[in-house]
């Protein structure tokens, strides 16, 4: 939405284009209430708040029908903004302002990306007039006011058929990433309870009641040439700590300092960076430790259970539990003990107002011990999938910030398609829903 059109495009006034619809709920159908979401877009308000808030008296709220759209009054400059596609219809919060398309050379579709972009970048901010608690309160007549800039409907139509390509590799991807990671739990169930032997593994009873560190429910059997054991006695448990703040020589050194701003490195098999670096000095004035390559680096407050593999000497804050493993322990294998033990994690993090273990609790870890050449064949099948995972994980990034740029480009007319692309859609009438 500019004031200036391309070659070829219109700009009015979105009034011109659209209507405010105010139908309320008065016969009390029994329709679901519905929320807008900045990312999800429409979504049933009980998963979007903890509670049915709506549930006692929905008789004033809004009525939003299929194609129509409905955007949160003082939030639209955040992008809470969508056009109903899930329901026939649904009740929406009065806080909602409700409007549909009117123009026949307007592709709904083409509409919505439009608003959503420039309520992302604060267009809209002029045209805010004041809410409660002072946040921004957008009226559909101010709405109305702003212009609209926008091609021939079979152009809007080949945009969007562009656009819908990409995220449609973009879902494919996800869905993968989802198959891939399912795969590997089930896969990683078995080699970290039975091994590469799987249900040929000769078995004996577990020698020890498993307390802390299970990676599966109902284990009582392991192979006979395994061990229940408790992790420290195979590995040196290593904290770390934050250099004093105040001290601007104690930081951006040339040493290695892992802290939670390295979420991303520490989904990734190795990690070799990090966010922030510290001195020497820092280093010297506080408890925070060089630690060896090869160190299993563990997250264990915010997003418990991350885990990777030091590739060079580094040390941490003191959010992170730190391995180094001796002779009996590989490496890999521990870091893919920890990967799976997601439901380990949120048991021993119930309860806390914020995620976190602390460090007496890992002294106590228990870990199932396979003889070590096992250990590095578990842990290379664990490493394989995740190395897969990353490249998925890498590719959809790409789509993504494809998907962005090329909307960004092609909505705005700085990018336009060839002719070909457009004459495809010259037969297609009506508007997208």
């Known amino acids: 939405m500019s004031g200036e059109a391309p070659k070829g495009w219109r700009s009015v006034r979105l009034g011109m284009l659209a209507r405010e619809?105010?139908?309320?709920?008065?016969?009390?159908?029994?329709?679901?209430?519905?929320?807008?979401?900045?990312?999800?877009?429409?979504?049933?308000?009980?998963?979007?708040?903890?509670?049915?808030?709506?549930?006692?008296?929905?008789?004033?709220?809004?009525i939003v029908r299929r194609g129509q759209f409905a955007y949160a009054t003082i939030?639209?400059?955040?992008?809470?903004?969508?056009?109903?596609?899930?329901?026939?219809?649904?009740?929406?919060?009065?806080?909602?302002?409700?409007?549909?398309?009117?123009?026949?050379?307007?592709?709904?579709?083409f509409a919505l990306r439009s608003l959503k972009r420039s309520a992302l970048s604060g267009r809209f901010e002029p045209y805010s007039n004041g809410g409660v608690n002072r946040r921004k309160s957008i009226s559909f007549h101010d709405l109305a006011t702003s212009r609209f800039v926008f091609p021939p409907f079979t152009e809007q139509r080949a945009i969007m058929d562009v656009v819908r390509s990409i995220e449609a590799a973009m879902v494919k991807t996800t869905e993968l990433i989802a198959s891939i990671r399912a795969t590997k739990h089930a896969t990683m169930r078995e080699l970290l309870t039975l091994g590469v032997?799987?249900?040929?593994?000769k078995l004996k009873k577990l020698p020890s009641r498993w307390v802390l560190g299970r990676v599966a429910e109902g284990v009582s059997a392991i192979p006979t040439d395994w061990d229940l054991v408790t992790l420290t006695s195979v590995a040196k448990l290593e904290s770390g700590h934050t250099p004093d703040r105040k001290r601007p020589e104690y930081w951006n050194g040339q040493i290695p300092w892992i802290s939670l701003q390295d979420a991303d490195a520490l989904?990734?098999?190795?990690?070799?960076?990090?966010?922030?670096?510290?001195?020497?000095?820092?280093?010297?004035?506080?408890?925070?430790?060089?630690?060896?390559?090869?160190?299993?680096?563990?997250?264990?407050?915010?997003?418990?259970?991350?885990?990777?593999?030091?590739?060079?000497?580094?040390?941490?804050?003191?959010?992170?539990?730190?391995w180094i493993c001796g002779p009996r322990l590989d490496p890999g294998y521990?870091?893919?003990?920890?990967?799976?033990?997601?439901?380990?994690?949120?048991?021993?993090v119930a309860g806390s107002v914020l995620p976190d273990i602390y460090m007496d609790t890992f002294k106590k870890l228990q870990v199932l011990l396979p003889p070590l050449a096992e250990q590095i064949a578990i842990g290379e099948v664990g490493a394989a999938f995740d190395r897969r995972i990353e490249a998925e994980r890498d590719e959809l990034s790409?789509?993504?910030?494809?998907?962005?740029?090329?909307?960004?480009?092609?909505?705005?007319?700085?990018?336009?398609?060839?002719?070909?692309?457009?004459?495809?859609?010259r037969d297609k009438t009506g508007k997208a829903a």
């Not at 032997?197 to 593994?201: D, G, H, K, T, V």
């Not at 909505?411 to 398609?417: A, E, F, I, K």
């Open 398 to 425: 790409q789509l993504t910030g494809c998907r962005t740029a090329l909307a960004q480009e092609l909505l705005s007319g700085r990018v336009r398609l060839p002719e070909a692309m457009i004459t495809r859609h």
């Open 75 to 109: 939030h639209l400059d955040e992008g809470s903004i969508d056009v109903l596609r899930t329901h026939d219809a649904g009740l929406i919060s009065p806080m909602y302002t409700v409007f549909e398309v009117v123009a026949d050379d307007v592709d709904v579709e």
């Open 267 to 322: 989904g990734k098999l190795g990690i070799c960076d990090s966010a922030e670096t510290i001195g020497p000095d820092g280093l010297a004035n506080s408890s925070a430790r060089m630690l060896p390559a090869g160190t299993v680096v563990l997250q264990r407050t915010a997003n418990v259970g991350l885990a990777s593999i030091m590739e060079r000497e580094m040390c941490t804050s003191q959010h992170f539990a730190n």
């Open 21 to 62: 619809i105010s139908e309320k709920n008065r016969l009390r159908e029994a329709i679901p209430v519905l929320s807008v979401t900045k990312h999800r877009g429409f979504v049933p308000s009980a998963e979007y708040f903890s509670r049915m808030v709506h549930s006692k008296d929905t008789e004033g709220y809004k």
């Open 334 to 348: 521990l870091q893919q003990v920890f990967r799976h033990m997601t439901r380990e994690w949120q048991r021993l």
């Open 197 to 201: 032997r799987r249900q040929s593994a």
